[in-house]
């Protein structure tokens, strides 16, 4: 087969950057190891962020999936401290005056990825592979050529898009990017049902726990009375001090006070697993001679929050939007894609590098719990706090030590 682009993955990066080229009438051939719908192992918070970039490509799109049934809308994050006390910051101040329009959810990979699948499916421009592993890949001339291990499947294109994830051997062997335990978190995730003391308007959870400080503890609410609750912390970490996260998890959720009352008729549904997360807090060259590394194939994710399915649909929808235009110039070069990397740094760097400082501020548990206390007692700040997940340059004032002096004599 022959294409202008050929997409390696069809998780939420590379069905974005499919159904984007789509969208400017631009045929693409996506190739998925898996057959959907399949799980991703995942905390399954999807910020707002996501319903932004789907209305951007298609708005019937965005309202496709704000009527679906599978999703918990969310309404907000309950941050809770070392010392216990908790803030609970909505996503906008106000919110319970009109609910007519949510722009969190929760929502199982299963189901989501399923989605965009089928999203791709209605779009004849695109041509999905399933359970097909792109294993090797040759420079040619005039193109890449991408096949199995046993070469019965093979594709020669212009252009790739390397959407496959936290494992990608692409981004290892051909982009030369490399694990590093100081940029990556390794997470796992379960589903429980029947834990007590949800919040009623399904605010998302993050426990900083003593005992799992640098990392942490998340309860995100599901429909039929689920939640996905997991533990995250950076692979160094986890590395040096011998930590088994599902042991960590287990323990916790029985013997902690709080969470021994929430879980005690809860119950395991499926299997504890787990999977890495590469993070955005270093910044690496994400393309190169005819193609462009998406989502987790670049490193993405969030440092502070471990969000990345935003990032990878706004990575994944600027990667389609160069491919069109090294299309019109006929220039796939190194070169050529620089405008790529510019592009997503430009958009989500400053984001990623206030993440970067809020991740090193949890290594001092005394700021967070008085961050907390404060917050608790302190309607300005808790609005000022809620107005921080829409605007980035109120983000970067947590990074600084002015903002918490400010704070201390404002009270
Ligand atoms: C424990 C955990 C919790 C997380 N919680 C959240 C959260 O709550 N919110 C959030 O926004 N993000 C979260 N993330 C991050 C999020 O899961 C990823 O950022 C997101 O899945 C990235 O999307 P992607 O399309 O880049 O890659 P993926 O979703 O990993 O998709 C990659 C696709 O490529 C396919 N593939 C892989 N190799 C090949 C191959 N050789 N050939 C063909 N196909 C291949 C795979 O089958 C897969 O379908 C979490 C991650 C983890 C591990």
Request: positive net charge.
């Given at each position: ?5 050929c ?15 789509a969208?400017?009438?631009i ?5 998925d ?7 991703k ?7 707002g ?11 019937d ?23 216990r ?7 906008a ?21 399923n ?6 499916k209605?779009?004849p ?17 005039d ?6 291990n ?14 496959n ?8 062997d ?21 834990i007590?003391?949800?919040?009623k308007?399904?605010?998302?959870e ?6 799992m ?19 995250g912390m ?16 287990v ?63 706004y990575s ?96």
């Amino acid at each position: 087969m022959e294409t202008k682009v050929c997409i390696i993955g069809a998780g939420p990066g590379g069905a974005c950057a499919a159904l984007q080229l789509a969208q400017m009438g631009i045929p693409s051939i996506v190739v998925d190891k898996a057959v959907f719908p399949r799980d991703k192992v995942c905390g399954d918070g999807l910020s707002g962020k996501v319903l932004t970039i789907l209305e951007r490509i298609d708005k019937d799109m965005g309202k496709r999936l704000q009527q679906a049934v599978f999703k918990m809308d969310s309404w907000g994050v309950k941050f809770v401290a070392p010392n216990r006390i908790g803030m609970d910051i909505p996503y906008a101040p106000n919110y319970q005056e009109d609910m007519s329009n949510p722009r969190g959810f929760v929502c199982k990979r299963i189901d989501f990825d399923n989605f965009l699948v089928d999203e791709m499916k209605r779009r004849p421009e695109i041509t999905l592979y399933e359970g097909t592993s792109i294993d090797k890949y040759e420079l040619l001339s005039d193109g890449y050529l991408l096949s199995n291990n046993s070469g019965t499947f093979q594709v020669k294109t212009q252009l790739v898009i390397v959407a496959n994830g936290a494992h990608s051997s692409f981004t290892k062997d051909v982009a030369g990017i490399k694990m590093e335990p100081e940029h990556y978190v390794a997470g796992i995730r379960a589903y429980y049902k029947g834990i007590t003391g949800l919040h009623k308007d399904n605010f998302i959870e993050l426990h900083f726990l003593k005992e799992m400080l640098p990392g942490y503890l998340w309860i995100f609410p599901l429909p039929n009375g689920e939640a996905n609750v997991g533990v995250g912390m950076l692979s160094n970490n986890a590395r040096n001090n011998k930590i088994n996260l599902k042991k960590l998890m287990v323990d916790t959720l029985a013997a902690d006070p709080v969470m021994k009352e929430r879980f005690a008729n809860a119950e395991l549904v499926g299997s504890i697993d787990g999977y890495g997360l590469p993070l955005g807090s270093k910044k690496r060259k994400l393309h190169g001679e005819r193609y462009m590394l998406v989502g987790d194939a670049g490193y993405l994710i969030d440092p502070f929050t471990g969000e990345g399915i935003g990032n990878a649909l706004y990575s994944g929808r600027i990667a389609a939007q160069k491919a069109a235009a090294a299309i019109a110039a006929n220039d796939f070069s190194d070169k050529f894609l620089d405008a790529y990397d510019e592009d997503v740094y430009r958009i989500l760097g400053p984001e990623l590098q206030v993440s970067t400082k809020l991740q090193k501020l949890i290594k001092y548990p005394w700021l967070f719990n008085w961050l907390m206390k404060m917050g608790s007692r302190n309607k300005q700040l808790q609005e000022l706090m809620s107005c921080m997940f829409h605007e980035v340059d109120l983000r970067k004032k947590l990074g600084k030590p002015m903002f918490y002096v400010k704070l201390l004599f404002n009270r």
